[in-house]
């Protein structure tokens, strides 16, 4: 029997409730961290991401008390993110019970952090989560440096966000994700931002280049809408872990029925 | 004093979710790197995620060699768990090679790119037990799944220390290994759900005799 797929609840935190938003914008209330947490745990969820989606872009620091509260509900591997900027938030954040970190922005602007956060707390405990937007390329900027990939006759690659999704940074982002892997990330946590909350699947393309090219595991978001679209990033992009938010929050579909879907469709799974 | 649980604080990683699984298990526990109190324990926990070098000269430096001895040769039950596992062999390959706490014989080794794909072996995974009467099996089903999360694996020499068995790909690793009275687990019952707080409830009982 072979390593299971993994299916994790994300809570987006914002102001000490879970919100939920499309693409990035429109945050919608979505309940309370800690008992969604709880929920989750004993419905049967593989990990559980509390991140904590306004830190970084207002310049704050995670609410701790919310992390440690959050987590003490949980039996399963949780991963906290959210304007972590140094290695004393990260300490921070393990102390508070996190077992894992995600590192967006605080890594495109300093990579190196990336490499020493993983030399202190070890490569299993660093997630680097990269929001990624594709851009679509019209005749006139062909020559430009990037990983570029045709869809239905449209070119395109995909650029790299930070801040929450409000700042581009012109970073192409597979050459990111294995610059990220070669500094010593333990995961990859992919968003498409122009899938996030759309609910119509996830982005194929992006999550099983990505999983073809790196040796570590690689957490698809955004875009969850039904099981179809579970099973189909983890069958055809190649997924090792598939987020998901709205249809758990909105109890639209069950982990138990998502679980068992991906089972009949010859999907390892852990079911209790 | 009453049974109490020592959890070992050498500064390696994350021991707040061990202190959470006896807390929900209503036992008493201290973590602590004072020796008196590691001596006196009923059971002692050695947790930790990170290199295998440094925690070893964390051990050291806080002068804890020393009582992990001898609470091995007095009988008092040491759980190891990820890194305490690894850290409980004579030595590891690990950026180079390293002597362990050499509790029990064998070696510590990197999964071969070559037949995994992916490394490190993140999630969850069955562990077949060896011995599905054992104790520490006790409410759980052979096969259950439990969490892991490591890039290295331990080799004992002999082989009958070994109590569960995981398959990562073309890989198979000894997931648990127990001699005497030192047990480990090479995943994380801490992380590990209900499966995972039976393993505690299991060691705790018998031990509690």
């Known amino acids: 029997m072979p390593l299971t797929k993994r299916i994790i609840p994300c809570l987006d935190i914002n102001n000490g ?60 591997p949780f991963t906290v993110g959210g304007g972590l900027r140094t290695i004393k938030d990260i300490r921070e954040i393990l102390r508070a019970g996190a077992d894992k970190v995600s590192l967006n922005t605080a890594a495109v602007k300093k990579p190196r952090f990336i ?9 299993q405990c660093i997630v680097v989560s990269i929001d990624a937007k594709r851009v679509i390329i019209n005749s006139s900027n062909k020559k430009i440096k990037k990983e570029i990939k045709t869809e239905q006759d449209i070119s395109f690659w995909w650029e790299v966000y930070i801040n929450g999704g409000r700042t581009p940074t012109k970073m192409d982002a597979i050459k990111w994700a294995e610059k990220v892997e070669k500094l010593g990330a333990g995961e990859i946590l992919i968003t498409s931002m122009d899938k996030d909350g ?5 982005d194929i393309e992006l999550t099983r280049t990505l999983s073809d090219r790196l040796n570590i595991p690689i957490i698809a978001s955004g875009g969850a809408g039904n099981p179809t679209h579970i099973v189909d990033v983890f069958k055809k992009g190649k997924a090792d872990a598939a987020l998901a938010a709205s249809i758990f929050h909105y109890k639209e579909y069950s982990i138990k029925l998502i679980k068992d879907f991906c089972i009949k469709n010859g999907i390892p799974m852990r079911v209790n | 004093m009453n049974f109490y649980i020592a959890i070992i604080d050498f500064n390696m990683g994350n021991l707040k979710s061990v202190s959470k699984i006896l807390q929900y298990l209503n036992v008493q526990y201290l973590i602590t790197s004072n020796q008196k109190d590691i001596a006196n324990a009923n059971i002692v926990i050695l947790p930790g995620v990170g290199a295998f070098k440094d925690a070893i000269k964390n051990l050291k430096k806080m002068k804890l060699i020393e009582v992990l001895n001898e609470i091995v040769s ?31 014989e064998g ?55 070994i109590i569960g068995t995981t398959q990562y790909e073309k890989t198979e690793f000894a997931s648990i290994v127990m001699k005497n009275n030192v047990i480990a687990t090479q995943f994380h019952p801490e992380k590990s759900g209900k499966n995972g707080i039976q393993i505690f409830k299991n060691i705790i009982e018998h031990w509690k005799k």
């Open chain 1, 17 to 76: 409730r879970v919100v939920k938003g499309t693409q990035f914008i429109n945050l919608k209330d979505a309940g309370n961290p800690i008992e969604l947490a709880k929920f989750y745990d004993k419905e049967g969820a593989d990990e559980l991401l509390f991140l904590d989606i306004t830190a970084s872009s207002n310049k704050r620091n995670i609410l701790i008390d919310l992390v440690e509260k959050t987590g003490d509900q949980v039996f399963i």
């Open chain 1, 115 to 123: 490499k020493e956060a993983a030399k202190i707390f070890g490569s």
């Open chain 1, 198 to 202: 759309v609910k119509k699947g996830y």
């Open chain 2, 74 to 104: 007095n009988g008092t039950l040491l759980f190891g768990i990820c890194l305490g596992l690894q850290l409980f062999f004579k030595k590891s390959f690990e950026n180079g090679k390293h002597d362990g706490l050499n509790f029990i």
């Open chain 2, 107 to 161: 070696k510590v080794v990197p999964f071969d790119i070559d037949k995994v794909k992916k490394v490190p072996h993140v999630g969850w995974n069955n562990v077949n037990f060896i011995n599905s009467n054992h104790y520490l099996f006790n409410g759980i089903p052979n096969n259950a799944y439990f969490y892991f999360v490591h890039s290295y694996y331990a080799i004992p020499e002999k082989k009958e220390l």
